[in-house]
């Protein structure tokens, strides 16, 4: 770790503790050098899959992807961003614990809808119609007929 006053690499950690949030480690250096005090955090490097996307390119998973279709599709909903931010860490856990090095965004996507769909229907039809590109109106009736069975057994089994 170098000295970000002097460039130095010499430093000793003179405190070691745990981040308000309890994700990381932050420690308190002082450089060997020119004696300045600086913070470092450590944070677990979380690896996550590479995106098999429809076409068969490639890209880095993408958090902010994820964020900006939710927040898009939840948009003028009662919809808080608490809400929003824990359906993206579900998903992104999802996609952490898929064990493989690759995953097909088709499985990122229907993750997405399942999540939507237990949220909020107009926010799930909105993703929906992008998602499985409907091309006419009779594909969103569908769909929302769909929803309508899936909330009629809902309730009939609560």
Do not use: W
């Given at each position: 770790?170098?000295?970000?006053?002097c460039s130095n690499s010499e430093n000793r950690?003179?405190?070691?503790?745990?981040?308000?949030d309890g994700d990381a480690i932050r420690r308190r250096r002082e450089c060997e050098a020119c004696g300045k005090r600086f913070t470092t955090y450590e944070y677990v490097e979380e690896v996550l899959p590479v995106v098999i996307k429809k076409d068969g390119r490639r890209e880095p998973f993408d958090?902010?992807?994820?964020?900006?279709?939710?927040?898009k599709a939840c948009q003028k909903r009662?919809?808080?961003?608490d809400v929003i931010e824990n359906v993206v860490?579900?998903?992104?856990?999802?996609c952490q614990e898929y064990q493989q090095k690759?995953?097909?965004?088709?499985?990122?996507?229907?993750?997405?809808?399942?999540?939507?769909?237990?949220?909020?229907?107009?926010?799930?039809?909105?993703?929906?119609?992008?998602?499985?590109?409907f091309r006419d109106v009779n594909d969103f009736l569908d769909e929302l007929k769909d929803l309508l069975k899936a909330?009629?057994?809902?309730?009939k089994n609560s």
């Open positions: 770790m170098n000295c970000p006053f950690v003179i405190d070691s503790r745990l981040s308000k958090r902010g992807k994820i964020l900006t279709g939710i927040k009662p919809i808080s961003m860490e579900r998903i992104e856990q999802t690759e995953i097909p965004s088709s499985i990122v996507g229907e993750k997405i809808m399942e999540e939507l769909h237990n949220l909020d229907g107009v926010a799930y039809v909105r993703f929906a119609s992008v998602y499985r590109e909330k009629g057994k809902k309730r």
